[in-house]
């Protein structure tokens, strides 16, 4: 029940009235995997004694007044409400097992199957579970055969970096059970007097400005006409109006940093986003080639929606920070996003060659304004037209183009929650009209992306996971040979 006058109702930022339209109402999913057994009563204990109790979006209810305007109203949050307690073990189709089919984990298995399942289980949450607005939007739930726990946050509480920042709150370093997880360090702003400021430095100043300036204008409009006319053409693996609603499936590719780190060096100032990308174009390439193979004409263009944090601080936040709603890092959706085309080539191409032109397509967009227009343009149609008309604009632009990708740095070293190690942690959103939603965080020296697909578009995503952890490792490779030579 709400507390009577305690608290006065707060309107929704516009981002979180548009995370809650119909078309565009996302819930982010983490899984997390236990090394050991999971303590029910100690996770509870975590939740209560965490700072996640103490904010007010993690308890407070939606509402709507008269008009249809939403508010977060304070409310007395039960945590026994919020943990979701499964004690039935899943099938690879994500279906519950019948007790009398229930078998220990030495004799099923805890490896591809067990993998399975739960991807199967999240995936069918992502398409068909919304959250209740009886309670705060949030749940957790433990299924407790698979050591795994997986929390469903509404996207109008915050987005990725908020939500990973306040779990990260509730854990601990495993090789020091006091200590919080290591986090990106902040960048120190140095400020560099007139030594060295010459004709040459002002000049490459103004340089830089005015590729800014050429870079934001061209990309800021292709992101509107992408918004409102322009869609990518029809392919094997294109999504569409309605698609958000089809049965998903889940798979995982699987990398390790220091093969990232390999193939960074092979061309300066590469980062491992750069990589990313690159993997990413390379990989579609190669399921393209099998899917349809002499169908698709060299070159062709797939645009990508990347999300880009805008905040000050790269990576993980300072939870305080993010509390206190310093500006620098303000708690809540803080992201723009930006436009990336990646093109099909045919087998064969040298691997690198996908890294060349995937970096330098991201440093273009690293010179643009893009990822800040397109959030002040999403906020100001909210503001003025309202949260449909916003909906309606991201909805025509996820429709237009192919995919959705996202990269959030993870915990630097292993960490524990409620006393147990974490072996896995994975990220991925509600489905979208997109046949394709891919996710990585990384953790540990390692990172995981995982691949949302309508399967009835693409029915093989372990195929797809696959193409693009060949791809990382043939570039690695010819990182190797060219250092050989």
């Not at 409400?81 to 279906?95: E, M, T, W």
């Not at 693996?237 to 093969?259: M, N, Q, S």
């Not at 000050?312 to 620098?328: F, I, N, P, V, Y």
Request: hydrophobic content about 40%; overall charge neutral.
């Amino acid at each position: 029940m709400a507390s009577p006058g305690t608290f006065s109702d707060e309107p929704l930022t516009p981002a979180g009235r548009l995370f809650l339209q119909p078309q565009t109402n996302i819930i982010i999913h983490c899984i997390l995997r236990g090394k050991n057994p999971i303590d029910i009563d100690a996770v509870k204990s975590t939740l209560r004694s965490s700072l996640m109790v103490q904010h007010p979006r993690f308890c407070s209810l939606l509402v709507r007044d008269k008009n249809g305007f939403e508010h977060w109203r304070r409310t007395q949050m039960d945590i026994d409400q919020h943990v979701i307690v499964i004690n039935k073990r899943l099938d690879k189709s994500g279906n519950f097992l019948d007790e009398s089919r229930c078998f220990s984990s030495e004799e099923e298995g805890e490896g591809d199957d067990d993998e399975a399942a739960l991807n199967q289980y999240v995936a069918d949450l992502s398409v068909s579970s919304p959250l209740s607005t009886d309670k705060p939007l949030w749940e957790i739930h433990i299924l407790v055969p698979h050591q795994c726990a997986v929390v469903r946050v509404h996207h109008a509480l915050g987005d990725g970096i908020s939500l990973m920042s306040m779990l990260m709150a509730s854990c601990r370093r495993a090789d020091d059970a006091d200590a919080l997880p290591r986090m990106v360090p902040e960048k120190s702003a140095e400020f560099k007097g007139g030594k060295g400021r010459d004709w040459f430095w002002l000049f490459r100043t103004l340089w830089g400005f005015l590729k800014m300036v050429c870079f934001t204008v061209m990309f800021v409009m292709e992101f509107v006409v992408s918004s409102l006319l322009v869609c990518d053409r029809k392919t094997v693996i294109t999504g569409g109006a309605g698609v958000e609603l089809w049965p998903r499936k889940l798979a995982t590719a699987r990398f390790l940093l220091e093969d990232m780190r390999v193939v960074k060096k092979a061309i300066p100032n590469t980062t491992i986003n750069d990589v990313l990308f690159g993997v990413v174009s390379s990989g579609l390439s190669r399921y393209l080639d099998h899917r349809t193979p002499n169908a698709l004409h060299e070159g062709l263009r797939m645009t990508g929606v990347a999300m880009v944090n805008l905040r000050a601080q790269t990576g993980l936040q300072d939870l305080s920070k993010l509390m206190k709603g310093a500006a620098e890092a303000r708690w809540g959706n803080k992201f723009g996003v930006i436009l990336l085309p990646v093109y099909f080539r045919k087998a064969g191409n040298n691997p690198l060659q996908y890294l060349k032109r995937a970096k330098t397509m991201v440093d273009r967009k690293k010179h643009s304004l893009e990822a800040y227009f397109s959030y002040r343009i999403g906020d100001l149609v909210t503001s003025l037209l309202g949260s449909k008309y916003a909906c309606l604009l991201n909805y025509r632009l996820l429709c237009n183009t192919t995919f959705t990708i996202s990269n959030l740095i993870g915990p630097l070293e292993e960490i524990t929650l409620a006393g147990n190690p974490i072996t896995s942690i994975k990220v991925n959103t509600s489905s979208l009209p997109q046949a394709i939603t891919m996710h990585m965080l990384s953790y540990a020296g390692r990172a995981e992306m995982q691949i949302l697909v309508a399967k009835d578009i693409i029915p093989d995503p372990e195929f797809l996971a696959k193409c693009f952890e060949d791809a990382l490792l043939e570039m690695k490779e010819a990182v190797i040979g060219t250092e050989k030579e």
